[in-house]
């Protein structure tokens, strides 16, 4: 890597540190957070739901806007409304409240998601595109896992409602180490008659787009809420739930740096299929776990799968894309990915309260199978 790339690589570094320990303690306690509060499966897939379509259309926006005014400016408002919008949940008691702040959190973090990656994209080039996706994936699990350590604290001597606190106060750093480190350059103009408007996109790309909606249907059905009403049907509380992510992050870390070697032997196709098969069967075993024990096996295999994912997905992603119309792109997929967002929680939750709590993981590794076999004949 030249300077200028190491000085990237460690910048992504901490802000996937401080995002990561904001995203963690989010993901485990709100749910959790929620159930303790006695909303139901439906109205928990609902809030999830609800500030889900906060995404359609914006996510779309930002990235066209992105690659003609910049990216910093973006990034940088998005960061910091995120971690207000963290230090507002606390105060929230109803459905329609929690929608809309969950919504703002959405939104503003899958912006940071969103125009990083085209970031990233830009900063690293294709022939050493796996190997550095690979350390950074690798720092993802690592990242969770001082976030499960803090979790634990937060859980065991404060209370559910101070990790919100905490969460933003993370997500705060990460806008100031972005702000202070990032210097953007390469703008580009806006030419005459430069609209925003829908253009035809690659089948690269769109084959992205079609997995994207398909894995974010797998994960919001088998996660918000079925796998915490599953953990709480087998007295796994919050406390618990930091300590088994803890030690399977670590684990899938080794796995996530591994998988850049992988996919340069086997292919960006063939691993691409294979990590979302393996997704898929594996949140299928969930309908097997009856005790902690047979639980914390099967997070095992769905987080080592998902983390090995996460850098082909991004690989082949970047690939798709080009340099001058990137955000547009890459904010295409993550605009069909938020559909999944959006639909997926509200499924589960009717799945898990009208149907059983089983159907909605079988459902999930269903989509995650289907997706397979479309990249594998693609």
Do not use: C
Request: overall charge positive; glycine content about 8%; proline content about 2%.
């Amino acid at each position: 890597m030249s300077p200028d790339q190491k000085k990237a690589f460690w910048m992504f570094s901490s802000l996937i540190f401080f995002m990561a320990v904001a995203d963690r303690l989010v993901f485990v306690l709100f749910p959790v957070y929620l159930i303790e509060k006695g909303f139901s499966a439906t109205e928990i897939g609902a809030i999830f739901s609800i500030a889900s379509a906060f995404l359609i259309v914006s996510r779309f926006l930002v990235g066209k806007l992105s690659d003609r005014w910049g990216r910093k400016n973006i990034l940088s408002a998005s960061l910091l409304l995120n971690s207000v919008s963290l230090s507002m949940f606390p105060s929230v008691t109803n459905v329609s409240g929690f929608s809309v702040v969950k919504g703002i959190k959405e939104a503003t973090t899958h912006f940071y998601s969103m125009l990083s990656d085209a970031i990233m994209a830009d900063s690293f080039g294709k022939r050493i595109r796996a190997r550095v996706l690979s350390r950074l994936g690798a720092a993802l699990p690592l990242s969770r896992a001082a976030a499960t350590i803090i979790g634990f604290v937060v859980t065991t001597y404060f209370s559910l409602a101070f990790g919100f606190y905490v969460a933003a106060f993370s997500v705060f750093i990460s806008f100031l180490v972005f702000s202070m480190f990032f210097k953007e350059t390469g703008k580009r103009k806006r030419e005459a008659g430069d609209k925003l408007y829908l253009k035809t996109y690659s089948g690269s790309v769109l084959l992205v787009g079609v997995v994207a909606f398909l894995m974010s249907l797998n994960y919001t059905i088998a996660y918000q809420p079925a796998f915490f009403i599953l953990a709480s049907s087998l007295g796994v509380g919050a406390n618990a739930l930091f300590v088994m992510f803890l030690m399977i992050y670590l684990v899938s870390s080794g796995f996530a740096y591994l998988s850049g070697g992988w996919i340069e032997r086997m292919g960006r196709k063939n691993m691409l299929s294979l990590s979302t098969l393996l997704i898929g069967l594996s949140v299928m075993f969930y309908t097997l776990s009856y005790d902690v024990l047979s639980l914390f096996a099967v997070m095992s295999m769905v987080a080592v799968s998902y983390y090995v994912f996460r850098v082909v997905y991004k690989t082949v992603l970047f690939d798709a894309t080009n340099r001058n119309k990137r955000g547009e792109q890459i904010g295409f997929v993550k605009t069909v990915q938020g559909a999944g967002d959006m639909l997926g929680p509200v499924l589960g939750g009717l799945i898990t309260d009208f149907v059983s709590l089983n159907s909605a993981f079988l459902v999930a590794g269903v989509l995650g199978i289907i997706a397979a076999a479309i990249v594998l004949n693609h």
